[in-house]
């Protein structure tokens, strides 16, 4: 059982909402469909707790039943959870079509991703028509620290907010062979990225993928990174010299649109 | 109070996870962010009760408090909640590069919906670079009689399903005023769909906006819609000219994924 369902110090912490969420966030690609007992051991549920959750899911919506297989999936009822935080985005209509128009003239995807916490997610996607498939998808999170957008959000905050955020945690992940985990390397990366206005880095989300990545400021802050990802095709200055006038323009265009709306 | 949050009888049913749910989805476009008096009054709670669920969702990252306002809004933490039902979706990652390649032959914004009880809910979109601004996103929901993937979905379900879904339902939701609203008219327009394999509609959805949709076949059964929405720069048969060859090829490419990764 995680930290916070065990908060059990805090009268107004509700446990069965906290369970309620988790129970939720346990399925996946890994987990597409559970049976009740497959969701309380991933959960660290009881068995009886896990029963009222699944029944309470399922009677709202959220969650389907099926007789055949004695599993449980999560029902698209879902979707509206996170449809209201992106629904609450200023100028979310806005930023679309400009994501849409950039992947076509570059021919390569493109993301808006936000922080959270030490991740980031992606918040608008626009996916390149000739992939195979698509690694990345709104919703999709990784270390902050390994991600392009990432470097960029994390190098906008105060240094004693970096430190409060990394502090007492264990040594960065590495996503792949390429991330950056030393710390002191991550920093002076993130202090280049903000003086220049833009970061390329290589192979530190996905192997084989570069990413350039420039930030969307609101307010004075950095409050997103648009990123265009690339297969490895082409060497570091060369995507550099065809991404990233576009990429800047792009990103002033949904500042103007966030400022106006903010 | 909805009917859910009160289904007191139940000693299964948790009625804070209920009120939890409910506060998130409170949130949107209308209501960015609320003060918390706000919120109860939106979502029908005493105030001591959404405190606890504001402090409990905070607690957990799903939500944020602005002290200067005394406002609360969500956070991106939210996203995981809808990211785990379309990570859970077979075949997901490869469906999205099919439909920003038919968006970009189009040059107009494609959709793959599903239903959700009596509504349809947009789980991909490829958004047309051209466009001002989307008046959808992934996570946008509409009634499902007024959609044309929704006409397709309904148009599969047994009789007896389709009437149980809406019994003793009023009138149908006249969406714009071209909304079909009549239920022997609707019927029609079902059948027809499903005899010809796709279906037309004019401004149903939104005022202006033209679409066509096909069925998405997973097992046997209509388990998705792919459509494609155009102003309303040509007349119908234009629109079926140009788009549906190509919108019933992808649905095809998209079968295929499905039914080998079902």
Known sequence: ??????????????????????????FGPDAPSMTLSAVAQKV?????????????????????????????HLSARTLQLGYSYLASLPAFSLIQPRLAELSDRLDESCSVMTRDG???????????????????????????????SGKLLLGDLPPEEFEALYDGTKPLAAVTPFTVADRPRLKTQMEEARRQGWIYTCQETALGMASLAVP???????????????????????????????????????????????
């Open 1 to 26: 059982m995680s930290k916070h369902m065990s908060e059990g110090e805090d009268p107004d912490f509700i446990k069965s909402l906290a369970k309620g969420l988790a129970v939720i966030e346990a």
């Open 44 to 72: 660290g549920l009881s068995p009886g707790s896990t029963r009222r959750v699944l029944v309470t899911l399922s009677k709202l919506g959220y969650m389907t039943y099926d007789e055949r297989d004695r599993r449980f």
């Open 118 to 148: 030490r991740e980031v997610v992606c918040i608008a996607r626009a996916t390149a028509k000739r992939l195979q498939r698509d690694y990345m998808s709104v919703g999709t999170r990784f270390p902050a620290h390994a991600s392009s």
């Open 216 to 262: 969307i400021r609101v307010g004075g802050r950095v409050r997103y990174g648009l990123s265009t990802s690339a297969t490895l095709t082409y060497d570091g200055p060369t995507i550099i010299d065809r991404y990233l006038p576009d990429l800047l323009k792009a990103a002033e265009a949904m500042e103007r649109f966030l400022e106006t709306r903010n």
